[in-house]
């Protein structure tokens, strides 16, 4: 069972900047997609941004050019960079890895932010 570990969320005023980290227990070569969720409080979870097949990058349309997606294969670690944060991007942000057999979440780290 494949274990994902976040960190880096946090409370931040209108305008700053986080990093989110999500550390996997094993090597991302296999994951066929990698990826950032958001949920915030009485909304449906949505996809924030995500690399497909090792190197395609999709954004959601309201994070982009303010939110970039990395990962460093050597850590087995992805990234979600989040600059100018808008108090529209509070929420609980979940990492998500998928390959063809499987599908894991991490647990939820909580970004606010404040106006």
């Known amino acids: 069972q494949v274990q994902l570990v976040e960190s880096g969320g946090g409370l931040v005023q209108a305008g700053g900047s986080l990093r989110l980290s999500c550390a996997a227990s094993?090597?991302?070569?296999?994951?066929?997609?990698m990826g950032w969720y958001r949920q915030a409080p009485g909304k449906e979870r949505e996809l924030v941004a995500e690399?497909?097949?090792?190197?395609?990058?999709n954004y959601e349309e309201s994070v982009k050019g303010r939110f970039t997606i990395s990962r460093d294969n050597a850590k087995n670690t992805v990234y979600l960079q989040m600059n100018s944060l808008k108090p529209q991007d509070t929420a609980v942000y979940y990492c998500?890895?998928?390959?063809?057999?499987?599908?894991?979440w991490g647990q939820g780290t909580q970004v606010t932010v404040s106006s």
């Open positions: 998500n890895f998928r390959r063809i057999v499987g599908n894991y």
């Open positions: 094993e090597s991302i070569f296999s994951f066929r997609s």
């Open positions: 690399i497909i097949s090792h190197s395609i990058t």
